[in-house]
């Protein structure tokens, strides 16, 4: 089990991006360190805020019951 990756549990001691506890570890195609993944993610949150109003409502509305997560990123606050 590598416990460098994002999808670790340790609670668990179990990967979170696999039901296969064994598929765990340098090979996994799913390894990515933390900062990278936390480095990902803000990536797509500034993508999502520079959609245009309405494709970030329909995102908000479909998949975040109206919230807009993305917008309360550490970047944006960077910015301000």
């Not at 765990?24 to 803000?42: I, L, N, R, V």
């Not at 990536?43 to 109003?53: D, F, T």
């Not at 309360?72 to 606050?77: I, N, V």
Request: net charge positive; hydrophobic share 30%.
């Amino acid at each position: 089990m590598d416990t460098t990756c994002f999808a670790y549990n340790p609670k668990k001691n179990s990967c979170r991006a696999l039901s296969d506890k064994s598929g765990c570890g340098p090979a996994c195609p799913f390894y990515k360190s933390k900062a990278k993944h936390e480095a990902d993610k803000e990536a797509a949150n500034q993508r999502l805020a520079g959609l245009p109003e309405e494709d970030q409502h329909y995102i908000a509305e479909t998949y975040h019951r109206g919230n807009r997560p993305w917008l309360q990123s550490a970047w944006k606050g960077a910015e301000a």
